[in-house]
């Protein structure tokens, strides 16, 4: 199994790969984010996100997308910013016919690190710790694309299955 994680962002989206199963030793094939200038116009940075999706689903083939799922934020700017780049994955993925999974982050701490109340630290250690990486991955955005990944891995594999033989049924 191969997924795309996203941490969805306009300044910084954290994308990353990771391959494995339940039960399987997980590895990091990508980790990374793709960028873009605050001042720039919002729509070419929506379509430099959707360029830089369109790379990796490319290169790495991915079974699965995960997203972490827009979370309510104080700051309803950065609220935005989250929804349209999450949208933009989403599309990115639909467009190539590929499953999506969203998780929240308490459910991607709870995932990686055995409690939904886990700080950043706490994640970027575990996420080190999980995929045998021999330094932290930054910055923290691409931290958590690795821990959405390792969630949709571990849990989202069986919610895919669950759907699928609801709708076969």
Known sequence: MRVLGVDPGLTRC????????????LSALHIGIIGS???EDLADRLVNLESGLELLIE??????????RVFSQHNVR?????AQAAGIALLVAGRHKIPVSMHT???????VT??????????TFMVTK???????????????????????????????RL?????GA
């Open 14 to 25: 954290g994308v990353a790969v990771v391959e494995g199963g339940v039960g399987q030793k």
């Open 37 to 39: 200038a605050p001042d």
């Open 59 to 68: 290169q790495f083939a991915p079974d699965a997308v995960a997203i972490e």
């Open 78 to 82: 950065s609220a935005m910013a989250t």
């Open 105 to 111: 982050p308490t459910e991607v701490k709870a995932a």
């Open 114 to 123: 055995g409690s939904g109340r886990a700080d950043k630290a706490q994640v």
């Open 130 to 160: 999980v995929l045998g990486l021999h330094v932290a991955p930054k910055p923290a955005d691409a931290a958590d694309a690795l821990a959405i990944a390792i969630c949709d891995v571990w849990r989202g594999q069986a919610k895919r």
């Open 163 to 167: 759907a699928a033989a609801v709708k």
